[in-house]
């Protein structure tokens, strides 16, 4: 247990439809990470949070957009959705703001839009 | 193009045989991290090397940082079934130095 949690696990949704994935973080952990996982693509990584602020970016499309909240956890959230976004989505976190630590994921998150 | 590449894409191997996973790359890295992936799960670290030329113990895995900071490779020793997962390298880049993955190599070992 990587002490990172992510809800839902499993997600059917249509498209066009719009979602929101969660991630708590690992106690004490400052930094959330998304990645997203598909066959062709590997783990590419989304959008860096740390302590509440954007840290850095990575191949996010425009109609996804997340945010870390007050308490840390954070949400990743996919609209206009296409079925070229059905993917494995993962959150990580660590304690610090750069990426030379041990990134800690979470079980992942399953999207299939159909 | 991948900034990581890794070799080979799938692997299957009979319990007890050797085998060595490579990881390559144009861009000279500060660091290198694998990870390994399980089923159903996140992966998971099982090294970070630093220095070019360290070689780094985890059991019956040996892991190496090319001299010149750009490559990297697994080898394990009398695999395991256990050892089945997808192996990831992962080094910091970007002007934030978000960690990037590789491809990854998906390792099955047959009992």
């Known amino acids: 247990d990587s002490g990172v949690t992510q809800t839902p696990k499993h997600l059917i949704t249509a498209t066009g439809q719009r979602v929101t994935l969660r991630c708590s973080p690992r106690?004490?952990?400052?930094?959330v990470y998304w990645y997203q996982q598909s066959l062709d693509q590997g783990l590419q990584f989304l959008i860096q949070?740390?302590?509440?602020?954007?840290?850095a970016k990575g191949n996010i499309l425009e109609r996804f957009s997340a945010q870390q909240f007050p308490d840390l956890h954070s949400e990743l959230n996919l609209s206009s959705l296409e079925l070229g976004d059905s993917a494995l989505y993962f959150c990580?976190?660590?304690?610090?703001?750069?990426?030379?630590?041990?990134?800690?994921f979470g079980e992942g998150s399953r999207l299939t839009v159909l | 193009t991948q900034l990581l590449e890794q070799s080979p894409q799938f692997l299957s191997i009979q319990e007890g045989e050797n085998l060595t996973v490579y990881c390559n790359s144009s861009?000279?890295?500060?660091?290198l991290q694998w990870y390994r992936q399980e089923p159903g799960e996140g992966p998971v670290l099982l090294v970070t090397?630093?220095?070019?030329?360290e070689v780094k113990k985890l059991k019956r895995l040996t892991f190496q940082f090319g001299d010149a900071r750009k490559d990297s490779s697994l080898h394990i020793t009398a695999a395991q079934p256990g050892d089945t997962g997808l192996y990831l390298c992962?080094?910091?880049?970007?002007?934030?130095?978000?960690?990037?993955f590789g491809s990854g190599t998906q390792l099955t070992v047959l009992p």
């Open positions: 990580a976190s660590s304690v610090g703001s750069t990426n030379t630590g041990e990134l800690f």
């Open positions: 992962a080094g910091p880049s970007g002007s934030a130095r978000q960690l990037t």
């Open positions: 949070y740390y302590n509440g602020e954007e840290r």
């Open positions: 106690s004490g952990d400052l930094s």
């Open positions: 861009s000279v890295f500060s660091s």
């Open positions: 090397v630093v220095t070019g030329g």
